[in-house]
């Protein structure tokens, strides 16, 4: 009986272990961002050059969905800009020719396919989110998104969970009325 019942707690501490390894590893890989297909450097963009997020991600402000660029998007710019074949070391000591990135940009070009991003910052499906509203009222993408113009790999700087997002409701609502109105189910799950 007390092998059995020493057996059971041996066979419970591993899955704990197992279970707090999962945890511990999700936490690392969302601390990273995920790993995308292209090493996009939003820092270099966003940041030194100023690229505004609307350019990329142009259906932001009209649309309950950012737009993710497409290859001819990047191309755009690409078709005239070759980079510099240079080793640039990211923000998580990544080691990226910039050059050779914007080359995988030309291969999807050739080849006429998708580049496959990763979202960094995936809505739960019950989770009705619309961010044209948000654009429109003036709330600004570092809120929910961090500074992503210092970062070269995006990464959740949120948990853009039911808390944060009535949290924001509140401190945002113009009046008492109009802070029922935002927290109402309805809003977000309609």
């Known amino acids: 009986m007390k092998a059995t019942l020493k057996g059971t707690v ?16 999700q936490s690392a890989a969302e601390q ?18 100023k690229i505004d997020c609307r350019t990329c991600h142009s259906y932001v402000d009209v649309s309950t969905h950012p737009g993710i660029p497409s ?12 980079g510099r074949d240079v080793e640039y070391k990211a923000d998580d000591g ?4 910039i050059r050779g990135e914007i080359a995988k940009v ?11 991003w990763i979202k960094v910052s995936p809505m739960a499906e019950y989770v009705q989110f619309n961010h044209k509203r948000h654009i429109k009222q003036g709330i600004e993408c570092v809120t929910c998104h961090g500074e992503v113009e ?15 997002c009535i949290s924001c409701h509140e401190q945002n609502a113009r009046d008492e009325y109009h802070e029922k109105q935002l927290k109402d189910c309805l809003t977000c799950h309609y």
Request: one cysteine or more; a positive charge.
């Open 71 to 82: 290859v001819q998007k990047c191309m755009g710019c690409h078709s005239q800009i070759r």
């Open 94 to 97: 990544t080691v990226i020719n």
């Open 150 to 164: 210092k970062m070269d790999v995006v990464r959740k700087t949120e948990r853009l969970n039911m808390g944060f």
């Open 106 to 116: 030309r291969e999807y070009w050739d080849r006429k396919e998708p580049i496959p």
């Open 10 to 25: 041996a066979f419970f501490l591993a899955i704990c272990g197992l279970a707090s390894i999962s945890v511990l590893q």
């Open 32 to 49: 990273r961002g995920p790993e995308q297909p292209i090493l996009f450097s939003h820092k270099i963009h966003a940041g030194d050059n």
